[in-house]
């Protein structure tokens, strides 16, 4: 079953701008990790935010986690056309097991 | 380091037929992972080995599915029979999981494309 739902389920911007993709869980977490995926490829981790953390920054990446509205939320900033995937949150009650989301499908567009 | 291996790339057969996959996770992960991901949806988890143990196999459907991995290194997965709802991609993940008080992300293969026909 899928524990988590990106929101927007598609995006579609111009090089340059931001990106933000929000993830909303159903049941209590201590980590949530986001990964791309590009079409035809395995996923590529991307970011790990523990549940006693609020925010967490990598490059040119935000991830916010808000645990008393089970959502986070990733941040592009500056987008190339080269982040063109989809993005998938996935959550994780124990240290091991991760559940995926339904994912977002970003296309920047030169 | 050399990422996750997996193969074949992409397999078509027919319903009812049985197929396997292989996958090579890297060197170190006792931790190994084989999720299915249907077009469109995100990936769900089939099974979790911890070295040659099985963690979690609930979402394995074990009257078609089963996987091994011997010796706590190569794992495969195999479908006997297929059915045309199988048809998906067939995704292995290696972890270090929780280390040196730092908890790891997975690292996946490309995956194996499977259509049952």
């Known amino acids: 079953s899928q524990q988590g739902e990106e929101d927007p389920q598609a995006l579609s911007i111009q090089e340059g701008e931001n990106a933000t993709m929000n993830c909303s869980y159903k049941?209590?977490?201590?980590?949530l990790q986001w990964y791309r995926q590009n079409s035809g490829r395995g996923l590529v981790h991307l970011i790990l935010i523990r549940s006693n953390e609020r925010e967490k920054h990598s490059g040119r990446l935000r991830v916010t986690l808000d645990t008393s509205k089970k959502s986070s939320s990733l941040l592009i900033t500056a987008s190339r056309a080269a982040d063109t995937a989809s993005y998938f949150c996935?959550?994780?009650?124990?240290?091991?097991?991760?559940?995926f989301g339904t994912g977002t499908r970003l296309l920047v567009s030169p | 380091e050399a990422g996750v291996a997996q193969s074949p790339r992409y397999k078509i057969i027919e319903k009812r037929q049985s197929v396997a996959f292989w996958c090579n996770p890297i060197s170190g992960h006792a931790t190994l992972y084989w999720y299915q991901q249907i077009l469109g949806q995100g990936p769900k988890l089939l099974i979790q080995?911890?070295?040659?143990?099985?963690?979690?196999d609930s979402q394995l459907p074990k009257d078609r599915f089963s996987a091994e991995r011997l010796k706590g290194v190569d794992s495969t997965l195999k479908i006997q029979p297929a059915k045309l709802e199988d048809s998906a991609v067939y995704l292995c993940?290696?972890?270090?999981?929780?280390?040196?008080?730092?908890?790891?992300?997975?690292?996946f293969g490309s995956g194996t494309r499977l259509t049952v026909v």
């Open positions: 996935a959550t994780g009650r124990s240290f091991q097991k991760l559940v």
């Open positions: 049941t209590s977490i201590n980590n």
């Open positions: 993940a290696s972890s270090l999981g929780f280390t040196g008080g730092r908890l790891n992300g997975y690292t």
């Open positions: 080995f911890q070295n040659n143990g099985v963690v979690d």
